[in-house]
């Protein structure tokens, strides 16, 4: 009884009743999948993108469901599909991997593999609440880039050395220019600040070494930044 839930049951012949299983599981995966996206992304998930994902099992379930065994209506779907052009913005590993899971919880659908469907997305998604939970892979430091102006008269080699150390921020100096015909020095820093660090008092304390002069702190530093 147990392995027969285990069993795929697409057969070369499509019935109603099968199309009809086949898109219902589809669509609670797809929605249960979409459930633990939200709760483990709660600060930046899109309605687009999770209404994308209880579509997307059912959608690749039906494709295989159309396929079946036939090898040339294989070959004549991927052709229509292939002049389908997706754009969108680079995606977070994250999201990608989302949307894997939810693709191949539609192809087990679509061969009819239902129980082991069910049992990939359920230990998928406790896997995914709990690392989510955990905060595993969170990093306690923090790669930023911060951009401080100072008069000519102000040596720039230490004078902000005690500030890093007092706060334990790592430091390295990457750029200087000048500003203003020369009577201004704009110093570029890749730092890096631990979690805990109250980030106000620390660019408060930098300010009064640089006599209040414009200053800058990147949160999301990019290659080119320097």
């Known amino acids: 009884m147990l392995d027969s839930l285990f069993t795929a049951t697409t057969s070369t012949s499509l019935t109603f009743a099968n199309a009809m299983l086949t898109i219902v599981v589809a669509i609670v ?54 002049i389908i052009r997706f754009r969108s913005a680079p995606g977070d590993p994250k999201d990608i991997t989302f949307v894997l899971f939810t693709m191949a919880a539609g192809l087990a659908c679509g061969v009819g593999a239902f129980g082991y469907a069910v049992f990939f997305t359920l230990i998928l998604c406790v896997l995914m609440a709990v690392l989510s939970r955990t905060n595993f892979g969170v990093r306690k430091t923090a790669q930023k880039t911060l951009k401080i102006t100072i008069p000519e008269n102000l040596g720039y080699e230490e004078a902000f050395a005690e500030v890093f150390d007092r706060y334990q921020v790592g430091y390295e100096l990457k750029k200087i220019r000048t500003t203003e015909l020369g009577s201004l020095y704009e110093l570029v820093y890749a730092v890096t600040l631990k979690n805990e660090v109250n980030q106000k008092e620390f660019l408060d304390a930098i300010r009064c070494r640089n006599g209040n002069l414009d200053l800058s702190l990147t949160m999301s530093p990019t290659v080119t930044e320097f």
């Open 29 to 82: 995966l797809g929605g249960i999948i979409s459930f633990t996206y939200m709760k483990t992304n709660v600060a930046s998930y899109t309605q687009s993108f999770t209404l994308t994902m209880v579509l997307l099992p059912t959608i690749v379930a039906i494709i295989i469901l159309l396929i079946g065994s036939n090898i040339a209506r294989a070959f004549s779907l991927a052709g229509a599909f292939s």
